[in-house]
């Protein structure tokens, strides 16, 4: 028997298929189209067009797909799927209506999960916290300093991404005072304090530095140095080597630190880095090795990272450095 046509999916690629050749203005109409659509899928196609394709006056045609899907939305739209499409487009096309993104900053949306329930709107509050930022709205950061105690660690870490865009002052004070309260999640500390370094990154580095040195929890140590690795802040490179120069002892848990600045992928951080392997233990040295190799294929890398090695004149360190790297080239 031939497979079952599915009616939702058809739709999906008839509309992607016409996108694909036409005109800006017919693709448009497209869109307001399948935004109408009755079923959540096409919807949150849609929605992503009109992002994709920066159809900024299709705001109004967004706002009154999102409010039909806010009727009977566990049948309509099972785990949010057109109304997060919707909030992360609006967020796209720079919507300033701050009064939806205050709405969708309070929605929930439980749904029945093996006997429970769980919260499916997550990703409308974190669209709605970075959207709200966006805004002139004078009392945003009022409102997403609700957010940061939102029951949801995911809506936390995207309200203290969202801080980042009001004003700086508050918004460190703000930052600071979420800090100190010790959120249960170790990844909304790591983001708190990673925003705090955007937002004010001479006044922050002596706060996030006495912070993180003196933290004992492994894991905390692991989720805050990789969070300001990533974050590639010349600010956060700096709270990493001083907090590496600050401990008497590299134990395990201080290679968090040269972790964060593998992670962090700068000139700067791969010049300290060598400077590790240079000067200091062994074991400090063989952990560096391993983790730039993820960086196997940045030859000007490697020709550093073999000349320090070679100058150390440590026949294990030469030889982890051969097993690591050449055994990496080979597995390609």
């Known amino acids: 028997m031939p497979p079952k046509k599915d009616p939702v999916q058809d739709r999906i690629k008839a509309f992607n298929s016409k996108c694909e050749h036409s005109d800006p203005e017919t693709v448009k109409e497209l869109v307001k189209q399948l935004l109408g659509d009755r079923h959540c899928l096409p919807v949150a196609r849609a929605a992503q067009v009109s992002s994709q394709r920066c159809f900024y006056d299709m705001e109004d045609d967004l706002l009154n797909a999102y409010r039909r899907f806010l009727k009977n939305p566990v049948k309509n739209d099972p785990n949010c799927i057109a109304k997060g499409a919707i ?39 974190v669209s709605c916290a970075m959207g709200l930022a966006q805004t002139s709205y004078p009392r945003t950061l009022i409102e997403l300093v609700a957010t940061l105690h939102d029951p949801e660690a995911p809506v936390r870490i995207g309200a203290a991404r969202a801080i980042i865009c009001t004003q700086p002052l508050a918004a460190e ?31 922050s580095r002596d706060f996030v530095s006495g912070y993180l040195e003196n933290q004992t929890d492994p894991e905390l140590i692991e989720a805050i140095s990789f969070s300001l690795g990533e974050s590639r802040l010349d600010a956060a490179l700096d709270v990493l080597k001083s907090c590496w120069d600050n401990q008497p002892l590299k134990r395990k848990q201080e ?50 990272l073999q000349k320090v090695v070679s100058q150390r004149a440590d026949d294990k360190l030469s030889d982890h450095f051969h097993r690591v790297w050449e055994k990496e080239l080979r597995s390609e």
């Open 87 to 125: 909030a992360r487009a609006l967020v796209d096309l720079d919507c300033k209506d701050y009064t939806f993104f205050i709405a969708g900053l309070h929605y929930r949306q439980h749904e029945p999960v093996w006997g429970t329930t769980v919260d499916t709107a997550v990703e409308v509050r």
């Open 173 to 203: 004070a703000v930052l600071r005072a979420k800090a100190l309260a010790k959120d249960p999640d170790f990844d909304v500390t790591a983001q708190v304090l990673t925003a705090l370094l955007h937002v004010a990154p001479e006044d």
């Open 255 to 304: 290679h968090a630190f040269l972790k964060g600045a593998v992670f962090h992928r700068s000139e700067h951080a791969f010049s300290w880095l060598l400077d590790v392997v240079a000067e200091e233990d062994r074991i400090s040295a063989m952990f560096i090795i391993e983790e730039l190799a993820i960086y196997r294929t940045n030859e000007r890398l490697k020709a550093k």
